[in-house]
C-alpha cells in the first residue's frame, strides 16, 4: 500500500532532519510542533469521545512544575520528576474525573469543571511564589556545562529534537493502540449515548476514568517534556486558560478524529503564530494574535474535522466517485 | 428465574416504586402493563441496574442482584431492550451488534451469535454496513433486539417495543417478540398496548401508581373487566 510506504518515507525524513544541518531557529520550530502535538493528540485521545476538557493545562502545568520543583528544590532528576509529575497529574484525575463520571457529570458541565481545574492549578502556582517563582516563572538550575543526561538538560538542539521525535511517535503509537481497541468501541458507544452503552455491559465510569487517566498522564509527561527542553515554565504558559484552550483549538483545527490530526494542529498554529508574529512584528500590538483568533475561528467553523480530517474526507470522497453505500454512509457522518 | 420481592424504587425524593413483588419463570412470557407513568419503565431499569433499589429483594437464579453495578448484571444473563431503541445511530448495525457482545462472556462467541442474530433478521444483515440511526423505526426495533441477543441472555426485558411504530410495524415487532419465544427466550415485556401483547405473553402484571394492582394469566386478564374497561376500551 502507498499509505504505508508515505509513512515510512515520512518518518526517514523526520529522523534525518537532525543530521542535515537544519537552521537552529527551525529546529526550534520543529521541536515545538512535535511537544505540542504530542500534548495535542494527548489531548484528542479524550477529546475525540466527547469528553472536552478544557483544563489540560492542569496537567500540562503539573508535569512541567513537578519536574522543575523536584530539580530545583530535591535535587530530584528528571529522570524520577518527570513520572513524579505524571503519577500527580493521574491523581489529580481520578479526584476530578471520579466524581464527575459517577455522577454523570457531563457535555458542558464536565468542560466547566476542567476549565476550573486549569485555573485552580495556575494559582496554586502563583500562589506558592515562595517555591515556583509565582507569576515570573521558574528557571529549571543548570547542571554542569548544560550538557548531561543525568539533568535531561541538552546544549544541542538536535539531541532535543530526538527526544521531541520518540514522545511524538510514542503519542501516535498510544493513539493508534487505544484506536484498535474495544476500549475505543465503548468510549464511541458511551459518547452517543451513555444508558444504553451501560445496558450492553459498559461499565461507564470505569472506562471513562481510564481514558482520562491516559490523557492527564500523557499531558503532564509532555509537560515535563516542555520544562526539560525550555528551561524554563511559566503559569501563563503551560497552565491556565490560555494555554488550555490553545490545546483545544489546536486539536479540533487539526482534526482531533484521526492520529495525525492534532499534530497538524500544532503545525498550523505553531507556523501561523510564528509567520504572524514575524510579518506583523510589534507594530500594531495584538493584531497579530488577532488574526490567528479569526483564522482558528474560521478553521473550526468551515472544516468542523478539521484540517486533516476534512482532507481525508475529501480524499475518499473523491476516490469513492461519490456511489455506493460506503459514500451514503459518509454523507451521514459528515452531516452530523 | 427473576425474582422481585417488595421492591421499592425511587428518583431522589420522588417513589416511584412501592413494594413491587413479581417472578417470572424460566421459558414465559411475562407483561408489564399499565398507563403512562405508572412505574413500568422504572420496574426494568431497577432489574437491570441502571436504577438502584431503594429497599425490596431483587434475585436472578437465586443470587441477588442488589449489590451488582449494571455491566455485572448483563453478566448473570438479563439482556435490557432500553425505551424508544436507544441504538448508536452512528454507529453501522453490525458495530451495534458488536457492541451487544462487549461483555467478556460474548466477545468470544461473537461470530456464532452474529449469525444466529442475522439468520434470526435477515434484514440486519442486508443492512449491516448501515448507520444505526438511518435504519426505520421498525429496523432499529429488530436492531435494539439483536443487540440485546448478542450479550447471550437467559431472560431479554422488552420496554415497549412497540413504542411509536406505525401499527402495521406493530404487528411485526410483536411477531419478533413470538418468534424470539419459539427460540426459548424468557421475556419480561412492559406495553401499553394490551389487547395485543395478552395475545402474546402467558401471564401479566397491571402496574399502577408505582405498585402492583392485579395479576393472573393472559387470558384471565383478558377477561378482566375492569381491565378491559380501563385499557382496551371495550
Known sequence: MTGRRLQYAGLAVLVALPFVGVPEYYMHILVLILIWGFV??????????GLV???????????????ALAWNLLGLTPWLGIPLGVGLAVLVAVVIGYPCFRFRVVGHYFALV???????????????RDHTGGSLGLTPNRYGE??????LQFADKEVFYVIALLLWLAGIWIWRRVDASMARFAMDALSEDEDAAASVGVHVTAQKLRITMLSAALTALGGGVYAQYLLYVNPGTVSGIGVSLQIVFAAIAGGMFTALGPTVGAMITIVLAETLRIAIGTEVIGLDTTIYGVMLILFIIFLPKGVLGGLIELYE???????GAMAGKREVGGGA | MLELRSVSARYGSFQALFDVSLDVRAGEAVAVLGPNGAGKTTLLRVISGLLPVAAGELTMEGRSLLDLPPHRIIETGIAHVLENRRLFPRMSVEENLKMGAFIRGARARFRERLDVVYE???????????????????????????????SG???????EPSAGLAPVIVEQVFGLVDRLRGEGYTVLIVEQNVQQVLQLVDRAYLLEVGS???SGSAAELAADETLRRAYIGI
Open chain 1, 146 to 151: 548544560g550538557t548531561s543526561l543525568y539533568a
Open chain 2, 120 to 150: 434470526l433478521f435477515p434484514r440486519m444483515a442486508e443492512r449491516r454496513d448501515q448507520f444505526a440511526g438511518t435504519l426505520s423505526g421498525g429496523e432499529q426495533q429488530m436492531c435494539a433486539i439483536g443487540r440485546a441477543l448478542m
Open chain 1, 40 to 49: 495535542y493528540t494527548a489531548w484528542a485521545i479524550m477529546g475525540r469521545f
Open chain 2, 212 to 214: 402492583i394492582k392485579t
Open chain 1, 114 to 128: 476542567t476549565l476550573a481545574l486549569g485555573e485552580v492549578v495556575r494559582l496554586t502556582i502563583v500562589a506558592l
Open chain 1, 53 to 67: 476538557s478544557l483544563g489540560h493545562g492542569a496537567f500540562l502545568g503539573i508535569g512541567a512544575y513537578t519536574v
Open chain 2, 153 to 159: 441472555p437467559k431472560i431479554l426485558l422488552m420496554d
Open chain 1, 317 to 323: 470522497r473523491r476516490t469513492a466517485g461519490g456511489a
